[in-house]
């Protein structure tokens, strides 16, 4: 049980269209719980979802290569729920693999590019110090350019801060929801 009680239909208007705007059009799973929970906070999930949404359309990201940023992060912070959805969901459609999914909580792997690799590195320092040092920004510019190392820097920062309200309101995964590796539980 999550420590704060999603908003229960029936809904409201503008609770239904704040609820129903997150997502991928095309998804076939129900409205997520932390959307549902983050509804009570209606100001705040509209501003959350801006800037969520923002990573996805007219991103300058390669989307295996956000999703792989994405399920590290979310893997560093033991965030169970957000890794669920995202390897459950997301990685189908980026190109990522069930054993790459569970690679990036296990630290292993299963034969990531070697920019892949930096990619991974790069996640694991912001969120162990912050910042990322001069080698790190040079070796990301193999591939990326300014623009895309920025977008790199707010996904990773987005979704720490979606894991840490998953985290802190208990958010368990949801059935659809991919679960951790059994190496890891």
């Known amino acids: 049980m999550s420590r704060v009680a999603p908003l229960a239909p029936p809904w409201s208007e503008d609770d239904a269209a704040g609820i129903n705007g997150w997502g ?14 983050l509804q009570r906070h209606p100001n705040l999930a509209a501003r959350l979802r801006k800037l969520g949404e923002s990573l996805y359309v007219d991103a300058r990201l390669p989307p295996r290569l956000r999703t792989i940023a994405i399920l590290r992060i979310c893997a560093l912070l033991r965030c169970e729920y957000e890794w669920g959805g995202q390897a459950a969901f997301w990685g189908p459609i980026a190109g990522v693999s069930e054993r790459e999914c569970d690679a990036l909580v296990l630290d292993d792997d299963p034969g990531f590019s070697d920019f892949e690799r930096a990619l991974i590195a790069a996640v694991d320092e912001v969120e162990r110090t912050g910042t990322w040092s001069d080698h790190t920004w040079h070796a990301l510019g193999d591939e990326f350019d300014d623009e895309q190392r920025m977008e790199l820097l707010v996904a990773v920062g987005w979704y720490r801060t979606i894991c840490t309200l998953c985290n802190g309101m208990a958010l368990p995964v949801e059935g659809w929801m991919r679960r951790w590796p059994l190496s890891d539980r």
């Open 24 to 37: 991928h059009p095309d998804r076939t799973y129900e409205p997520l719980l932390l959307v549902r929970c």
